[in-house]
């Protein structure tokens, strides 16, 4: 074993240990990585997208065995506001379930009603009721004059290989804090939020984004995406068209080869939200969604059995009133025949969300001393100069 | 046998014979029946509807023994324009299936672009094919100019009891004097079109219609439906809430009882469709939809395994031109907060419609001389006299 | 004002006093009613399915003025549990939306998994939090050796008239009461368990239950559902076909008749569970949930926009194992052909649960002195005996 | 211009004229090209799954101007059996629609009965008609005492680029002819049958198989695919991760740049259709629907606007009798946990079926002398070749 290239066995979870470098995280376009051939918007973020905000509540404490109730603990929670005021002026949704292994509550109303009228909030699989009533709460406590709609957005992805997920961690002072801190600008990315203990690929994953402007003539709309990666199993994993996983593994010595077999416990979830100021009937809105399927296909994945692949969209530029509401609404609506730009840039958008969320995560190590490490780059950027696509940057 | 009350079994079809009497066949309201609490449009159809146009080409011909490909021909095809010039200027619109042992083309362009842009044309289960041809043709020869969006909707329900259904006998030239003779003003009803040989509770069935008015208040919108109707078994048959298809059996002779057994035959399918002014979404026009089965229901059916009962909704409020369509659509819709209204006017004229084949239905022999009894005015009314509906007229 | 006939007007709900006999409530049946044509189970009632439990805990205490988190409370919560053991032994499933605005989480699942492998649990609308993650401690605490799974099924009606909905006070252990107690038999049904403080046609509505056994002939099959009754304005209130709500309607003096009119606060929403031993598939019995529909319609519901009516069916005759599951699993399913009686129990016997749940409810004063009125049965007997149906008993 | 690398301009369809060697056309695999990491079955065709059979009926007749109804044709019928008395022994099936401006007939029955009970035809979008009458013709000759079931299955794509599409050249005897040699055995690809004018990625597309076996361990299963490809937009096209769309438009000469953006006319539709031997419900099968989705987002596509992009799936294991069937079905099915090796195989089979369309495919040239050309060997071998896949055969 030499010095460059070192293998690590922990707790099941195989990784190159020789890419663990001092070399802070950065973005997978910092690495000279491209995806699609549409120009991002200026943040390359869900909130390129005017009006949407984006927080977390990063949860991280304690080391060693697990106890449940006490940790380790490696979670959070995101909470992704379409409007500031989204309880009051609902927007235009969809959702779209690629593999139903998981959770979004409030999709019958969105299906039904076809709009978004809360914040987007996305967790640890446990902590689905905790923070559903949080979410209720904090409508309560901040919109005591509000007391319709008691029908929160709550999706999830499960952290139980580095998190105490039973412990039930997320409290109701996280929820609040992701919602009071919800800001326009960077998003923060990898171990973060709802993100903190994901895993995609069999690489450290969490939170990513992505965005993509279309041109003038194209309407100049924006499409944004955020997603929580905790997905795919490790010889699935395409950058790019560059079959990265496969090429990796093939580097890893004869004896943890067995480990990095396609396995349930890697297959996990992802949750992908995609906000548009394009203006979107909800129809529209629920065929960018399956579009979102076609960008994390375009990661590798064949979106495995024990997956929840749930995804939601929304247009900001209606707004539908949801207090002394009119009798009709005067909306605006994209020509179907002027979707195309959009459904391109979601696909380009989600899958860069997806190596965004790879990228930026660090290598952690959560309960029992499980770690799972994160994607090396220069490993990375070997696979991909042998594929024709060297990272000069 | 009294002269009052006669039985007669004909080829598995059994009805009361007394019913036929020399008096012309009525709608429901004018035999003294109500449903709901609404007001109907001023034709009580589904063209109350501005701009709605319906066009029926009627087969009879023959008698005797089926010689397939000779006849007799008990069919024909009904046309539902929702614009004159639907081609060019689409609707918005949407489908749902109930049951799914029947056909409707054209639906996933409706389910995805969310509009309705060809016109609905309903004939029978074997004739789909020549139909949807003829509706090409059609817009070939009517519309040369028109190059795009082959994908007609053409619906059926089965005639096969009274009808050469094999032989084919639905023409282009039928579609043609459908389309061409389609026209606002009353609709005719009962054995015409799509409907001619079409069978309903057992009872003589076919095309209905009804329509409801909203009130200043509630926004002054219409609702039409129509609906050719070829299902339930009889004893299912409920007419305003009135068991009339178990007390009309409870006088039949001990010998004909079991032919009026639920059957597979009778159970046949049913197609609704449902027009609006009210400006409603592809969206809100998908939850219209699901309320025709609740008409349906009103009506006694329990939907049966063989029965293709599919709907169609469509608004005429908003145009979506499919020809020089600018980039961005001002639309008006309703506020889901006033829909409460039209929903209610959708169970009622469904409910309505399917009475109204029933009750303009004329008793009809086809081939093999099979006959297919009308609904019997006298009987109908002794029950629901019985049962605090006098028909007072 | 007479004696005999006299009207209460309480906080917007208007209910006919003279009908708060000390006459004990009874099972609709029990009144002289009946429903459909088929036969119920000995309990009629959801238990008639073998292996089927139901558990309520019913929490109903203070009076008075509203003060959040102090009460007056009127909810509670009831658990479904297809089997005893049902998060090890999963069953085929289904869920079918009518309308849109209201929860039932644990969808995305049973429509992908095609199974139910949770007991069902149904409470009010801001307990959904608290039921889920109860529902996750439960699981943990009786059997913590299984880590897999947690997607809870939680579905809510909303009982804020009657209760402090805000309060929260469906806490852990109401679940684990609920859970602990579910028993085969018997079911209590009104004011008990999630349908405490619920609302059915502005009378008191809450839980119902019946059933329909199939002849041998038919397979021998039983058909049971159980509903949460929280829908409908009054004037829509049909029993048996006969329009009771409009006949009372009609009873009411000038004054109050502008408070029976439609209202949002009214229409509430509807939980229908549908189990059953005959041997469907997974998409057999979501054709099962649409039929549930059709029984609501019986009862006089357009289902309006700001109800919930989601529906969910399993049947108990195939067990899909979820732990040490074979590879392939051998399983018997019924014939499509075989399906009509089943889906004519489903319509009876749902249209008879929401009857039982109303005439099972007793007058319920709630907070802010807030009432609503128990269905009379004098006068709901001399509405039926005016429309040909005396109960007779 | 030189003789090496020449372009063509015709009808607005850009291609590289050198492309056009005299070198057979052969299959993707026969080129060095891979795709994925499975091993396909014998004969890498949908006919790897033991009874499917597959016939054509090519239709290419005329050259210069068109004229309706003279042509030049180019156009054909392909049938797909799943099995060879598919009308008497229904498979469990399922449809997925991925983008709806499209046609497949007979998916209300696919997804209610949950079955595939007729041959699947695929022809050009203005012949569904005639092609769905021929179907009946078919059965009504074939099977004469069959008298249920009047749903063929006829999905479509357009080719009026190259056909004479309004001339409704696919008669009756093309799709006898189809029907009746329907064979086991190799499956011709490229421009036959219903592909025999496709487009894909704006080079010549058609009809296109592979297939995948499963290890023992992963239960020995086939998975096959078959589609007809008519979509994509030329600098999309993704072979292997490689971006060989846009890598040969850079090649092109500046003045016909312009003529390779992307066009609607370009998008087409893809029907795809999978078949397996592993036993899975219908529920199981929808999900290998959307699977379809997934390789196809392999070949670069984000499912324009207009495009059809419908797909079906059937397995052979479990057959359900349409005559004289059992009141109950006894029936195996995969266990859930056991599906990521079917899903891993959908999607390579997908995604390789695309590119053997176009590898097999030859140039064309239709009406009005347009000209579609065949994907160049030479280079897609230099392209291929710089990102690190070179072809080595």
Request: aromatic share 6%; glycine share 12%.
């Amino acid at each position: 074993m030499t010095a460059l290239v070192r293998f690590a066995i922990v707790a099941g979870c195989v990784a190159i240990a020789g890419a663990q470098s001092s070399r802070p995280r950065v973005r997978a376009r910092d690495l000279g990585l491209t995806f699609g051939s549409m120009t991002p918007g200026p943040l390359n973020a869900i909130t390129d997208v005017a009006g949407v905000l984006v927080g977390h509540a990063t949860i991280v404490r304690g080391e060693g065995a697990l106890k449940v109730g006490d940790g380790p603990v490696r979670t959070g929670v995101t909470a992704v506001l379409p409007r500031k005021d989204i309880w009051f002026n609902a927007l235009f949704g969809a959702t779209h379930t690629l593999n139903g292994d998981g959770e979004m509550t409030g999709t019958h109303w969105v299906r039904d009603l076809e709009t978004i009228a809360h914040p987007i909030l996305v967790t640890n699989t446990a902590s689905v009721g905790s923070v559903h009533e949080a979410a209720m709460a904090y409508m309560n406590e901040r919109h005591p004059g509000r007391d319709w709609g008691f029908l929160p957005i709550v999706a999830e992805t499960w952290d139980g290989r580095l998190n105490d997920v039973r412990g039930l961690h997320v409290k109701r002072s996280h929820v609040f804090e992701a919602l009071d801190h919800a800001a326009a600008g960077r998003v923060a990315e990898g171990n973060v939020g709802g993100g903190t203990g994901m895993i995609a690929y069999a690489f450290k994953g969490g939170i990513g984004t992505a965005s993509r402007r279309l041109s003038a003539e194209e309407g100049g709309y924006t499409v944004g995406v955020l997603v929580q990666a905790n997905f795919g199993s490790r010889d699935s994993l395409v950058i790019d068209g560059v079959p990265v996983g496969r090429e990796l593994a093939k580097e890893l010595l004869p004896e943890v080869k067995a480990e990095g077999q396609p396995n349930a416990d890697h297959e996990g979830s992802v949750i992908a939200i995609v906000a548009t100021d394009a203006p979107l009937s909800s129809r529209q809105l629920e065929r960018v969604t399956r579009r979102a399927a076609l960008g994390l296909a375009r990661t590798g994945t064949y979106s495995g059995n024990t997956s929840g692949d749930i995804f939601l969209a929304f247009s900001t530029a209606n707004v539908i009133p949801q207090q002394n509401t009119p009798k009709t609404l005067n909306v605006t609506l994209l020509s179907t025949d002027e979707i195309n730009p959009i459904f391109r840039a979601v696909v380009e958008a989600t899958e860069e969300s997806v190596i965004n969320a790879m990228t930026r995560a660090e290598t952690m190590t959560g309960i029992n001393g499980n770690t799972v490490h994160a994607l090396p780059y220069d490993r990375l950027a070997a696979v991909m100069a042998r594929y024709g696509r060297p990272l000069h940057r």
